[in-house]
């Protein structure tokens, strides 16, 4: 375990090497989220009835909780991993005596930290800058629904991510595009980081429920609102762990023909 | 002889912005930056006469570069005079541009993926070279370099001899009068140096054009250049024929001798510095005026299997070159 | 003067064929990123659609003029991002001193670099929203005069976007942290996905002539739509030119800062 500790810290300082990179990075997320506010603000603006089940509270609520989940759900250095991939350095992992999959998490968790502490500082500064209203959750059980598929959000991001990466084996020199799609486009959409998906039919919304992109932002968040029943949560709980499963299973069997493609190739 | 290249009297300072560590003294050096004045080129003097193959030599920050690139219209002087083919380069007149090339070691022209004769073509439109004269040029550089098979290969996939021999043909297709080399060789091996090298001087005899060559490689100096031009922490320090440089300051030669026997090496020592011993081997430094007679003196009074005298090694004299001042022109 | 512009624009052709076989050399790439552009526009324009449904309207903008908005962005900046490509790669060039050699050569440096590489997957996606665009817009009805305005505006967003790019490049010569500065502008640019005066007044104004992105992208669409006061066109000209003649003053500054320093 103290290995990985290392690996933290060092994460860890090594972000702070780039802190400016760092900083201009939070900002640039602030930007995002501000201009997501102001359109809902103006849409909610002109009338006082729920539209598509959030009212004014709960929407604003929603923007700003794509702020922190995003944080805590998408902020990842194993992104990274394709690169190390396709320029070899995989190679000096693989001698190591060290996790793969364990490093690149502790670092995805140093990033996490990092990111977390500052989205909320960021809230903190545009909650008094802009006043919004934020709907808070008190119902107990709910909270603990949320913990729960957050942290399943957490890992699934993580098993997605790496199984993008694993293209690299086979494809090194198209890996960005992969991740181009898959990470920037679909999941921005499906994940409900641009708009929540409740905004369509419902028919297209429960097609999405059975895809794990679903429970990465959008799903805690509602869970969060309280817009989902005790049963849908139980549901979508049992779902994404099913994915988690699934995903799992399916990356140590990629990873493992990945690593043998790639010895095979002596990259 | 015509005077193609004229520098009287350049200066040259730049500004630095000092960095400090920190992040907040970051932040302040974007609004209040600390600078400081250094200075990089400092009362230069030459000129070069058309057809001239001149070595420009120093060490490490010396001031080679920023001449190039002064005299290439990158960048801009203090003070003083520049002209060269009578243009001010700074100006950056075209018919100026159409007429020297720039090429510098380690910063490439043609483009990373693309096989090299595309961006010769670009270069074609860039200099507005007729289509017979391209040919002819290409075909030509292309005889000379030994690159034929190679222009049809994406740059990527080139050694970096191949590539450096590319980027000469690119350079010089539209035949620049006047060219300008920053460490064409650097990097290369051995055998990518010479072929460089061959080139440039039967360029240089063939077409006329005159060249400046900066180097660290005392062998681009030895085997190409006639002249050379030394600059020291912005100063020139010497300007004249290669021999000369040499004599001036190499004012030892080097003896060797093998020993065919046991002998007391101490006594050696009356002869010069004894600068290493190995047996059989010993070798010592002489004084340049009395190596003849001290030769002499050994073969007598030492068992020698074999003598050898040489010229100092040339780094070393030039390192004597960047630490002495200047003396004298030729 | 003829001349000069015929040159150059065969050397832009040529520039062009050379960034044409680099985009054919990495097809995979090519039609993922031709994919994922598709995909985030009209995933966009479902969302738009169903909200403005739903909601009937924002900020007095019906569905249609807020899908109209959106095409309308999508076109300048694809428009833009088509022609002005070099600013993305220039940072690099500078480092690396590839630049030193484009400004040993006969040819405009700034001519080079701006327009240095053209990007085709941009001409692909061009059609698509050309398509999108008289699709919207004929549910809007203009007459012959808006549709005049419209597209002299649109010139002059491009002017703008090209004073823009001449910014980021004679940033790029003085200090290099300009790509932030790229994708902070990027990330602000998605800001008139929707008409700037939703965003109320103050950051609306500032949005409008600060950022121009009012200008650039909200104005053309209202003037299409006939709602564009006629000095507000005007503005916007002496805004286009007034920026170009400023950023071309700023990159001879630039030059010359660049020239001076260490290298």
Redesign the interface.
Known sequence: MHKYFQVFKLSLISEFAYRFNFILWRFRNVIQILVVFFFWNSVFSGQNEAVFGYNREKILTYVFGILVLRSIVLSSRAVDVAGEISSGNLTNFLIKPLGYFRYWFTRDVASKVLNLGFSVLEIALLYFLIKPPIYVQSDFLTIVGFLISLSIAVVLFFLVLFLVNSVSFWMPENAWAAQFLFIVIILEFFSGGIFPLDVLPSSLVSLFSYLPFYYLLFFPLQVYLGKVSYILMFKGIFISLLWLLILWFCLSKVWKMGVREYSAEGR | MERVILIDKLVKE???NTKEPG?FA?IRSVFRPKKKR?L?LDNISFSVDEGELVGFIGPNGAGK??TL?IL?????P?SGLVQVLGFDP?E?N??Y??N???V?G????L?W??PAV?TF???R????IPNRDYKRSLDELVSLLEVGGLLNVPVRRLSLGQRMRLELVASLLHRPRVLFLDEPTIGLDVLGQTKIREFLVDYNRRSGATMILTSHNMDDILNVVKRVIVINKGRLVFDGPFHLLVESFARKKVVKIYLSDSADIKKFEQYGKVVKVDFPEVVISVPRETVALTSAEILQNFPVADINIEEEPLEEVIKKVFKGGKVKDA | MIKRIKRCFRIWLILGKMSLSLHLMRRFGFVVFFLGKMFRFFFFVLFLFFIFKRTGGVASYSASQAIFFFVVFHFISSLSQMFFRGIYTFRQQVVSGGFDLILSKPLSALFRVVFGSFDFIDLVTLPFFVFALYSSGSLLSPSLLDITFFLALLINSLVLSFSFSVLVVSLSLITLEVDHIVMIYRDLETMARFPVDIYGKGIGTILTYVIPLGIMITFPAKAFMGILDIKFVVLSFVFGLSSLFLSLKFWRFALKKYASASS
């Open positions: 730049f500004v630095v992040f970051g250094v990089a570069t920023t690139k290439s219209g990158l960048l801009y203090t700074w950056k075209h018919k541009l159409k020297i090339s720039l510098m380690q910063k490439n022209q483009w993926d693309l595309e073509e670009l270069n439109a860039i200099y507005e």
